[in-house]
Nanobody, 115 residues
Framework: QGQLVESGGGSVQTGGSLRLSCIAT????????MTWHRQAPGKERELVAG???????RYTESVEGRFTISRDIAKKSLYLQMDNLKPEDTAVYYC?????????WGPGTQVTVSS
C-alpha cells in the first residue's frame, strides 16, 4: 500500500539549479533502495541516482558532481539537488522505491533545461 509523489520540476536555463522532492505515503518508502530515474523523449528510462542502506549513494556518470541525492527517513522523503543543469538533462524525473523486491514509481515531474 502507499504511493510516491514527485514535485519541484520546472524550466531553467543552462547552468541553473532545481531541487526535486518525493514524498511517500503508506509502507513503500524503502530503506533498501530509493532512486531517481529519468526518461527523455525517444529514450528508455534510465537510472540517475540511488541511495541504499546506511546512506551510500551512486550516480550515473553524466550527472556525477552535479546532482546530489538525499533522504529524510522520518519524513519518508527523497530529494535530488540538481546543479549546473544542461539541456541533455531535460526529461521526466521519477521517484522509485525498491519495496519487497519490486520497484514502485511516482507519476513523474518534468524538468526542462534550455540554452
Amino acid at each position: 500500500q502507499g504511493q510516491l509523489v514527485e514535485s519541484g520540476g520546472g524550466s531553467v536555463q543552462t547552468g541553473g539549479s532545481l531541487r526535486l522532492s518525493c514524498i511517500a505515503t503508506g509502507n513503500i518508502f524503502s530503506i533498501y533502495a530509493m532512486t531517481w530515474h529519468r526518461q527523455a523523449p525517444g529514450k528508455e528510462r534510465e537510472l540517475v541516482a540511488g541511495i541504499v542502506g546506511g546512506g551510500q549513494t551512486r550516480y550515473t556518470e553524466s550527472v556525477e558532481g552535479r546532482f546530489t541525492i538525499s533522504r529524510d527517513i522520518a519524513k519518508k522523503s527523497l530529494y535530488l539537488q540538481m546543479d549546473n543543469l544542461k539541456p541533455e538533462d531535460t526529461a521526466v524525473y521519477y521517484c522509485g522505491s525498491n519495496y519487497r523486491g519490486r520497484m514502485h514509481w511516482g507519476p513523474g515531474t518534468q524538468v526542462t533545461v534550455s540554452s
